[in-house]
């Protein structure tokens, strides 16, 4: 009999946590496009442009080329997962996030 009742205890507690009442009137943060455009060519600038102003010229990352590229870049880094190369240029997760925010914002529109 103990058990049963310590168990519906800690049902009733676990339920209890589970139905918390949150307030649905908050908004998202959702970045400009023109931060978030500054935010990924950050992100470009200290990942992707090293290599390229050696390597791949017509690849250089700046406000004006970017937004042409971006099928690339959504190719290159989500799809297939190729760039950037080397160890010492790996994207952190927020590098990931902030470029995958951009990309989605340019093929939408």
């Given amino acids: 009999m103990r058990f049963f009742i310590f168990?519906?205890?800690?049902?009733?507690?676990?339920?209890?946590?589970?139905?918390?009442?949150?307030?649905?009137?908050?908004?998202?943060?959702?970045?400009s496009a023109d931060?978030?455009?500054i935010?990924?060519?950050?992100?470009?600038?200290?990942?992707?442009?090293e290599c390229h102003s050696k390597k791949k010229p017509a690849y250089y990352f700046t406000t004006k080329t970017m937004d042409y590229f971006v099928a690339d870049i959504n190719k290159e880094v989500f799809i297939k997962g190729k760039m950037p190369?080397?160890?010492?240029?790996?994207?952190?997760p927020e590098d990931k996030e902030t470029l995958r925010l951009w990309v989605e914002q340019k093929m939408k529109s």
Avoid: H, R, W
């Avoid at 908050?26 to 970045?31: A, D, K, L, R, S």
């Avoid at 935010?39 to 442009?49: G, I, K, R, S």
């Fill in 39 to 49: 935010a990924a060519l950050t992100v470009l600038e200290n990942n992707c442009n």
């Fill in 85 to 92: 190369k080397g160890k010492k240029n790996k994207l952190t």
């Fill in 7 to 31: 168990s519906f205890c800690i049902l009733l507690m676990l339920f209890s946590f589970t139905q918390k009442n949150f307030d649905s009137s908050y908004t998202v943060y959702q970045p």
């Fill in 35 to 37: 931060s978030l455009k």
